[in-house]
């Protein structure tokens, strides 16, 4: 994957959502950090904002956030969603069923199955006129495209693909 498409990829997300002014966004596939430290470094156009996150396991993802936020005038709430895929989608579709997301990244995915799951279950917790995005790094794997695919077939008259891997609901 190349650093600086997966940057531009943040970056137009993170406009995405300044535009909408999200408060509630949704990261499914956590990996590491990176996705929510850029969101707290960007993030200016709210006072609270609600992140939810799987845990990924790493000790210190916590502190690097905490430490992130302590120069925003922003409120973060980290909610942090523990399980396997499955598990963690239930969960997720369980929370959306009070409020729905403004803003789902896809970080990452076990196999082409598991991010159809992905994108099916950010299908039904989006709110309407919410905005997803699928990393380049998930897109770029051969093994990810029928997936993708399979997502635009299913979904695609409900979506406008506004970007790289960035798509608005109807």
Known sequence: MNESSYERQLASFVDAMRESAVTRILELGTEDESFLAYVVREADWADSIELHCADNGDDSFDSKLTT??????VDFNVIKHIGSETEISDAIMQVAEASRFD?????????????????????????????????IAVREQDLMGAAVASFRDMFGDSYEEFGEGLFRKQ
């Open 103 to 135: 803003a789902i990244f896809i970080a990452g995915a076990t196999s082409s199955e598991a991010l159809l799951s992905a994108c099916m279950v950010c299908h039904e917790v989006l709110r309407s006129e919410g905005i997803m995005a699928i990393s």
């Open 68 to 73: 992130l936020a302590e120069n925003t005038s």
